[in-house]
């Protein structure tokens, strides 16, 4: 094992407290440690209705490109039509945070079953609006986000 590759504990200085922390998915300003300072910035604004307006736009795109898409068995139609019902569901209702897993499968699906619609797709995560919303799901949906559409995610 090189020097780069060692493990975390044998940079701990000898004598030195050691304080490993395990915290959820969903932890959301919380810090551990000695003498720990927590200083937060929100890089994301509130989701507006604006921002419900402007998804559902982006989701009747969604499904004008659905509905081009050539080829596709009935079932497989409605299938995809119902995971974009799902995304709609999750990103308009103002009333709750989105539901991550539910987002993310429905996305998963129609990319790895749909891929015509990928540009669509990437359209309506990559908006801002999408990001506030996003964002009401605290860090597990920013993080889901950026791996899934950033530049090493794949869409």
Known sequence: MNEKQRPWWEEVPAGGDVIVV?????AHKVAAGKDVRL???EVLEEATGEDYHAVETSLAELRAQLAKVEGLELAQRVLAEDRVQTLEEELTSQDKPPE??????AVDWLLDNIPDIA???????A?????RIIGKAGTAGIEWAQ???GS???A
Do not use: I, N
């Open 152 to 154: 090493k995610g794949t």
């Open 39 to 41: 200083v937060t910035h």
């Open 22 to 26: 395990q915290m959820g998915d969903y």
């Open 147 to 149: 791996k899934r559409f």
């Open 100 to 105: 991550v897993s539910r987002v993310s499968k």
């Open 119 to 125: 540009e669509a797709l990437l359209s309506l995560f």
């Open 127 to 131: 908006s801002p609006a999408v990001g």
